[in-house]
């Protein structure tokens, strides 16, 4: 069973930086597009930012600029480097490991919240 456990989060204030972190428990790490998601109450889960088994990336228009994703695939590991936060981007933060079958699994969320 594929096992994500998310990392990193917290408190910051605006304008700060924050690395999440994503440990996934396979032997197939390196075949997975993985995905940074967020959700805030009463909204939908949104992507972020993801990253595919040939290292392409994609961003939301509302990170681009600011967010940085990258997979470190010798350690099974994706990361979420955060810069210059605004505390609209408070949400619980979801890791998720998806093939190109569409089966996926998820993490189970990290809090970020930006607030002065």
């Known amino acids: 069973q594929v096992r994500l456990v998310e990392s990193g989060g917290g408190l910051v204030q605006p304008g700060g930086s924050l690395r999440l972190s994503c440990a996934v428990s396979t032997s197939t790490f390196g075949i997975y597009t993985m995905g940074w998601y967020r959700q805030v109450p009463g909204k939908q889960r949104g992507l972020v930012a993801s990253?595919?088994?040939?290292?392409?990336?994609n961003y939301a228009d509302s990170v681009k600029g600011r967010f940085t994703i990258s997979r470190d695939n010798a350690k099974n590991t994706v990361y979420l480097q955060m810069i210059n936060l605004k505390p609209e981007d408070t949400a619980i933060y979801y890791c998720?490991?998806?093939?190109?079958w569409g089966q996926g699994h998820w993490g189970q969320g990290t809090q970020v919240t930006v607030s002065s």
């Open positions: 998720k490991a998806e093939t190109t």
């Open positions: 990253i595919n088994s040939g290292g392409s990336r």
